[in-house]
């Protein structure tokens, strides 16, 4: 049986409210098939090619207008690292001990500058890394982080790996965490999953992040075979968001490589 079975197996006829501590299990078993060593290259393209739309601190008058990055459920906390190195003061939330312990560690390794997570512009500096021991649906996240909204929320392995019921309330807390003229990107996996093959990692589509964000909150349908049923919910202008970049990465892990799509949104208007 390899890992990936194993972990499906781990959450199997599982109650929802039982898996969040399943996951610091797993990280105490060193069971963590989902974990690369490394930030996806498809997020680093995005940050380098997608910066104007993204958004970026900036340096204004010798003074550094830090922007704010979240990735919750950061695992080991690769992200949170690399986000830095881009001038973001970055902070990753995770429910397991283990892997916030873990993050700490890796922090701590990185300490000075590394060919690995070079400071991208020496004008803004490194942002601050940050590891939280939060529950990202039931915690207050903004209290543990200053207060303001994000300016950047990365979301790769997160969604795929609650389960399929938490989704609506995922998608509502995305919306509320997000800053005005704040840019969600999304790095949409597992594509070429099956959604009714079971997981985490769940299956998922293109097509479902649209239904999710069209009214956050909002419960959406399902067809026989796991795809959500299209329909025609108008996009709720106050809370909901927009898609306003969809591509195929040319760089993705190689679990996803090929199938992987990155997606950026953000509030309508930058409300």
């Known amino acids: 049986m390899d890992d990936r079975e194993k972990l499906r197996q781990h959450f199997q006829n599982q109650p929802a409210e039982a898996h969040t501590g399943r996951w610091d ?4 078993q060193k069971l963590t098939p989902w974990d690369r060593a490394e930030p996806n ?3 680093i393209d995005a940050l380098n090619e997608k910066r ?11 003074i550094v207008q830090r922007k704010k990055a979240l990735i919750p459920g950061c695992g080991r906390g690769y992200d949170v690292l ?7 003061d970055a902070y990753g939330a995770d429910v397991s001990q283990t892997a916030i312990d873990a993050c700490n560690e890796l922090n701590s390794e990185q300490a000075e500058d590394t060919a690995q997570y070079p400071i991208k512009d020496p004008s803004i500096g490194r942002g601050s890394r940050n590891f939280l021991l939060v529950d990202f649906f039931n915690d207050d996240l903004l209290s ?20 399929p019921q938490w989704r609506p309330k995922w998608s ?18 597992p594509l070429a999953k099956s959604p009714t093959a079971g997981g985490p990692p769940h299956g998922l ?17 399902y067809a026989e075979d796991g795809h959500v049923k299209p329909n025609d919910i108008k996009l709720d202008e106050q809370n909901g968001l927009t898609r306003v970049a969809h591509w195929q990465p040319s760089r993705s892990h190689q679990v996803g490589q090929g199938t992987d799509k990155v997606s950026i949104w953000q509030h309508p208007g930058g409300k």
């Open 172 to 189: 509502k807390k995305m919306s509320e965490l997000l800053a005005p003229g704040g840019s969600l990107i999304c790095l949409e996996f």
């Open 144 to 163: 543990h982080t200053g207060g303001s909204k994000f300016d950047v929320i990365y979301d790769y392995t997160f969604l795929c790996a609650i389960p």
């Open 41 to 43: 290259p498809a997020l």
């Open 205 to 221: 589509s293109s097509e479902l992040y649209v239904q999710l964000f069209k009214q956050p909150g909002a419960e959406v349908e």
């Open 25 to 28: 299990a797993l990280w105490q």
């Open 82 to 88: 690399l986000l830095a190195s881009y001038g973001y």
């Open 52 to 62: 104007d739309l993204i958004g970026a601190s900036t340096e204004q008058s010798e």
